[in-house]
């Protein structure tokens, strides 16, 4: 007689989105203890991007759950430290997760499927000069850790793309995981040799990929807490298919959610105790992992969220690097910011309504305490009523 299979659990849509919260860090007390490693341990990676407002988007994830810790504290949590004249150990490094991310080191081994299918591919949009990787490995080896402009120089000409024959084989060996990266100077990576810089016990490509993959889906599953196929693949970026092959005995169970037209999985332990706890308000970054992925954001949030720095000035809606505004479980507005000297400037601000208005003020007091800035400053509101209430709780706060 073939078995049943196991009940799924319902879940109602609000239940889905406080998991949803609890699990990326965003409802109940905040660890402090475990700080900023404790954060991008929690959630399995940080992603990272050029692009700097208020801060760098790697500093805003932790901002986001913890309140206000120091930036340079943030810095210091994911690169690798040690007592003068002590070998470094590294507690962080970049790869390519859900997009170029700060992934804690002990996940090096589970990303081995990802370092092979690099040293398999066919084609590369930059062509690697003849000799030139040999070459940036011999002077890692003989120098230590370097830059690309150390190494030789990070591009030929001004433009963003034309990376020069250094530059072109520090990244494919990045790739390969022949060199790492586990540190930042200024913004710009600092690579050495793996063998180095990841610490012996983890620097092995012995995990085939069924292994890796399961790891990887039970991994974003609980930085979810509960997710359907497509959020569940896309956090790692992994393939529809390669989730397929692993999700059966990866940990998570089958669950519905209500109003979700797909399939859904959560983590066991997600399901073990209801979601309760204090909501953080906060401005999130557009690339924290909450709210990454469009389409997850509209389920579980009925929020249209769009980065829009590379759309042309003219066809923006909400502004350059809108910010969404998280309060009470909810994404109640928007916060599109800048920075005038020691002034915070909301250049342009969304609101869900008249019962946003205290927690966007609340929202950009913390911010600009954050970042130094002493003052707020309200340019445009999109529903003019509500300028002048917005103006007064940021008056009453500052006075």
Same mark, same amino acid.
């Given at each position: 007689?073939?078995?049943?299979?196991?009940?799924?659990?319902?879940?109602?849509?609000?239940?889905? $989105?406080?998991?949803?919260?609890?699990?990326?860090?965003?409802?109940?007390?905040?660890?402090?203890?475990?700080?900023?490693?404790?954060?991008?341990?929690?959630?399995?990676?940080?992603?990272?991007?050029?692009?700097?407002?208020?801060? $760098?988007?790697?500093?805003?994830?932790?901002?986001?759950?913890?309140?206000?810790?120091?930036?340079?504290?943030?810095?210091?949590?994911?690169?690798?430290?040690?007592?003068?004249?002590?070998? *470094?150990?590294?507690?962080?490094?970049?790869?390519?997760?859900?997009?170029?991310?700060?992934?804690?080191?002990?996940?090096?081994?589970?990303?081995?499927?990802?370092?092979?299918?690099?040293?398999?591919?066919?084609?590369?949009?930059?062509?690697?000069?003849?000799?030139?990787?040999?070459?940036?490995?011999?002077?890692?080896?003989?120098?230590?850790?370097?830059?690309?402009?150390?190494?030789?120089?990070?591009?030929?000409?001004?433009?963003?793309?034309?990376?020069?024959?250094?530059?072109?084989?520090?990244?494919?060996?990045?790739?390969?995981?022949?060199?790492?990266?586990?540190?930042? $100077?200024?913004?710009?990576?600092?690579?050495?040799?793996?063998?180095?810089?990841?610490?012996?016990?983890?620097?092995?490509?012995?995990?085939?990929?069924?292994?890796?993959?399961?790891?990887?889906?039970?991994?974003?599953?609980?930085?979810?807490?509960?997710?359907?196929?497509?959020?569940?693949?896309?956090?790692?970026?992994?393939?529809?298919?390669?989730?397929?092959?692993?999700?059966?005995?990866?940990?998570?169970?089958?669950?519905?959610?209500?109003?979700?037209?797909?399939? *859904?999985?959560?983590?066991?332990?997600?399901?073990?105790?209801?979601?309760?706890?204090?909501?953080?308000?906060?401005?999130?970054?557009?690339?924290?992992?909450?709210?990454?992925?469009?389409?997850?954001?509209?389920?579980?949030?009925?929020?249209?969220?769009?980065?829009?720095?590379?759309?042309?000035?003219?066809? $923006?809606?909400?502004?350059?690097?809108?910010?969404?505004?998280?309060?009470?479980?909810?994404?109640?507005?928007?916060?599109?910011?800048?920075?005038?000297?020691?002034?915070?400037? *909301?250049?342009?601000?969304?609101?869900?309504?008249?019962?946003?208005?205290?927690?966007?003020?609340? *929202?950009?007091?913390?911010?600009?305490?954050?970042?130094?800035?002493?003052?707020?400053?309200?340019?445009?509101?999109?529903?003019?009523?509500?300028?002048?209430?917005?103006?007064?709780?940021?008056?009453?706060?500052?006075?």
């Amino acid at each position: 007689m073939t078995p049943l299979p196991p009940p799924t659990t319902e879940l109602t849509a609000d239940e889905a $989105r406080r998991i949803a919260l609890r699990a990326q860090g965003f409802l109940g007390a905040p660890d402090r203890r475990a700080g900023v490693r404790g954060v991008l341990r929690h959630l399995g990676a940080v992603q990272l991007d050029t692009i700097s407002v208020l801060a $760098r988007s790697h500093e805003l994830v932790p901002y986001a759950r913890l309140g206000a810790i120091g930036r340079t504290t943030v810095d210091r949590a994911y690169w690798a430290t040690a007592p003068d004249g002590a070998p *470094a150990r590294a507690h962080a490094f970049e790869y390519w997760s859900h997009a170029a991310c700060i992934l804690p080191i002990e996940e090096w081994p589970h990303f081995a499927f990802r370092r092979r299918a690099y040293r398999a591919r066919p084609q590369w949009g930059h062509e690697l000069p003849d000799g030139a990787y040999d070459r940036v490995i011999k002077q890692l080896r003989d120098e230590g850790p370097l830059t690309a402009t150390e190494l030789g120089g990070a591009k030929r000409t001004s433009e963003w793309w034309d990376w020069s024959g250094e530059k072109v084989a520090v990244e494919r060996a990045l790739m390969y995981g022949e060199v790492v990266c586990v540190e930042r $100077r200024g913004w710009k990576r600092v690579y050495d040799l793996a063998e180095r810089a990841v610490p012996t016990e983890l620097l092995h490509d012995d995990l085939d990929d069924t292994e890796c993959l399961r790891r990887l889906v039970r991994l974003a599953g609980e930085a979810l807490g509960v997710g359907t196929r497509a959020d569940i693949a896309d956090y790692h970026r992994l393939k529809g298919e390669q989730f397929d092959a692993v999700v059966a005995d990866s940990g998570l169970v089958p669950v519905t959610v209500e109003g979700w037209a797909k399939p *859904a999985w959560a983590d066991p332990a997600a399901l073990a105790t209801p979601a309760r706890g204090r909501h953080r308000t906060t401005l999130l970054s557009p690339f924290d992992s909450l709210i990454w992925e469009r389409a997850r954001t509209e389920r579980v949030f009925g929020f249209t969220h769009r980065l829009e720095a590379y759309v042309p000035k003219q066809k $923006r809606v909400y502004g350059y690097f809108a910010m969404p505004v998280l309060a009470g479980g909810q994404l109640v507005g928007r916060v599109d910011p800048a920075r005038d000297g020691g002034t915070l400037v *909301a250049k342009q601000v969304t609101l869900n309504g008249p019962k946003a208005v205290p927690a966007v003020a609340q *929202a950009l007091l913390e911010a600009a305490s954050w970042v130094d800035c002493t003052n707020v400053r309200v340019e445009r509101v999109d529903a003019p009523e509500l300028r002048d209430r917005l103006v007064g709780e940021l008056t009453r706060a500052l006075a």
